[in-house]
């Protein structure tokens, strides 16, 4: 099913868009949805500026995707 997985990550690309750092919200540096804790937790160690499509990719497909098991439902 990567082709559904495909879709909700354009998707989440296009809602969450590209770096933030919003005083007002508690993740703090987020790029394409993913908080600075969560990508070092996953083995990123540069700016979260540099954040790439992929790396961020990777998050959501093992954390949400699989990690929620969303790739076993038909």
Same mark, same amino acid.
């Given at each position: 099913? #990567?082709?559904? +997985?495909?879709?909700? +990550? #354009?998707?989440?690309?296009?809602?969450?868009?590209?770096?933030?750092?919003?005083? %007002? @919200?508690?993740?703090?540096?987020?790029?394409?949805?993913?908080? #600075?804790?969560?990508? &070092?937790?996953?083995?990123?160690?540069? @700016?979260? &500026?540099?954040? @790439?499509?992929? +790396?961020?990719?990777?998050? %959501?497909? &093992?954390? %949400?995707?699989?990690?929620? &098991?969303?790739?076993?439902?038909?």
């Amino acid at each position: 099913m #990567e082709d559904r +997985f495909s879709k909700i +990550f #354009e998707y989440l690309l296009k809602v969450e868009g590209g770096y933030s750092n919003d005083k %007002y @919200d508690s993740g703090g540096k987020t790029k394409y949805g993913i908080i #600075e804790k969560e990508a &070092r937790a996953y083995g990123f160690k540069g @700016d979260m &500026r540099d954040l @790439d499509i992929p +790396f961020a990719r990777s998050i %959501y497909d &093992r954390k %949400y995707y699989h990690g929620n &098991r969303l790739n076993e439902i038909s």
